[in-house]
């Protein structure tokens, strides 16, 4: 059978649209084989994910991606093939869900500020168990007519430098590198060129991330151009990491991102499953 793989999706656990049921029903309809469910700073996903999957013929790795800081910039790291139960990480989660619950109110205060109430009401209400994250806001701010895209309420208000942006104090990159490796996974950084962040601090970034315990890049994620993904791919070999492949899948309504629909890993390149 033809592998394939798609290691970074989002169920309503975080920033998703779908149930990990869900999620693991269209990831099989769409041909996957191995899926890595990354919701943001939760495992709350994965048991039902492991269930569906199962009964699917499926592969799941448990995952997650945690925000992280280095240097006063916000990373993300994706944590495959975890232990979620390890109670390191537990711990480290736990830490960062009460930083996510902090800050949404600290983002609804700004946006009453601007004369717009009941943020905070409305994306706890949406997020409901799951983490609240700025997608969340996003979505309020639409629903309600205050902008016209979820791209505009960026934008306008949740990005940095926007009315309603609240710098994080996530843990340290050293600190979530060290939880993912601890709970025996693999700590990966995500979308290298989504950050803004030049090639020289990312060529900076780069050998001290490998020096604490990560061993991949992502390579080819679904929203990357062309240049993108020939610059993540020198990256990962001039600094020798394992190439990881995700779709970053939220929803189905975003019609340019779906699950394992992505191009294909160079032969040359050591993917990151080659350790799973
Ligand atoms: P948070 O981790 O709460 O800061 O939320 C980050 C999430 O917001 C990302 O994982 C994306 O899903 C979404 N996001 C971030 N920037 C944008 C953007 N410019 N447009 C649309 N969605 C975005
Ligand atoms: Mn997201
Ligand atoms: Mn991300
Ligand atoms: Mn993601």
Known sequence: MLEKYDLHSHSIASDGTLTPTELMQRAHNQGV???ALTDHDTTDGLQEAQQAASSLDLRLINGIELSAIHQHQCLHILGLNIDPQHPVLSQGIARQQQTRAERALKIAEKLEKKQIPGAYAAVTQAAGKGEVTRSHFADFLLANGYVA??????DRYLSKGKPAFVPTIWAELAEVVEWITVAGGIAVLAHPLRYNLSYKWLSRMLPVFKELGGQGIEVINARSSEDEMRVSRQFAEKYQLY???GSDFHSP????VELGRLPELPKTMQPVWDLF
Request: no cysteine; net charge negative; proline share 0%.
């Open 149 to 154: 895209s979820q791209q505009e309420a960026f």
């Open 253 to 256: 309504d975003n019609q340019w």
């Open 243 to 245: 190439a990881s492949v």
């Open 33 to 35: 084989t191995t899926i």
